[in-house]
Structure formats: structure tokens, C-alpha cells
């Protein structure tokens, strides 16, 4: 956070975190050093075997100038994922990942 905070920016990154009983892959979103919030990964591929399907629903942050829109990895592949964040306001969308299907992933635009 106090990178973000001296930097003056906004930071979306990814994490793995447990939550009482469960274990969620999340982006976590910090601006101007302040915590903003997370999305818990709803579309799950093989990770499903350690983690749990997320239960916040996707999830747009209003940042004053913009309105940022957050999902990660898997989530790219389902174009509701984008539709969803799109009709909740979002002006920009946030996609940390580490995109390792060869040949399908480098499709995704």
C-alpha cells in the first residue's frame, strides 16, 4: 500500500488467501494507499483442487475519475465475465493473470 500511496496510483494484484474454512484466488485493489477492495475468482480451472469458487460476485470500485472493473485469470474466458462488469459502470477493467494455455491464451484481447 505505501507504494501505491507514493506512487499516487492504483495497484490490482493477485493473491491467495484463506478465509475461515476456504481457500480463494483473489486480485486485491489498492489506490492512492488505501485498500479498496477484492474479488473473489468465480470461474475456476484446474486451481478448483486448493481453491473455492468465489462468493463475491464480480465487482466494479468506484476511484473517483473511473470506475474500474476487476477479474482475474480464468474469468477472461466467459464473455459474461466483461459483460457483467460492463453493465455495472465499469470504464476500465482490471485482468491479472499469468495466462499459461499455449495458443488459446494468446487470443484473448
Not at 473473489?40 to 481453491?51: S, T
Not at 465487482?59 to 459483460?83: C, N, Q, T
Not at 455495472?88 to 499469468?98: F, R, W
Request: positive net charge.
Amino acid at each position: 500500500m505505501e507504494h501505491s500511496r507514493e506512487a499516487n496510483k492504483t495497484i490490482v494484484a493477485g493473491l491467495a488467501k484463506r478465509f475461515d474454512d476456504k481457500i480463494f484466488n483473489f486480485p486485491v485493489v489498492v489506490s492512492n494507499g488505501q485498500f479498496i477492495g477484492v474479488y473473489r475468482k468465480i470461474h475456476l480451472y484446474k486451481e478448483k483442487l486448493w481453491f473455492s469458487v468465489g462468493d463475491t460476485g464480480f465487482r466494479v470500485f468506484d476511484l473517483r475519475h473511473f470506475k474500474l472493473g476487476v477479474m482475474i485469470w480464468f474469468d477472461w474466458f466467459f464473455p459474461e465475465s466483461a459483460r457483467v462488469l460492463a453493465l455495472e459502470g465499469a470504464d476500465v477493467m482490471a485482468h491479472p493473470s499469468n495466462l499459461v494455455l499455449p495458443g488459446l491464451c494468446q487470443k484473448a484481447s
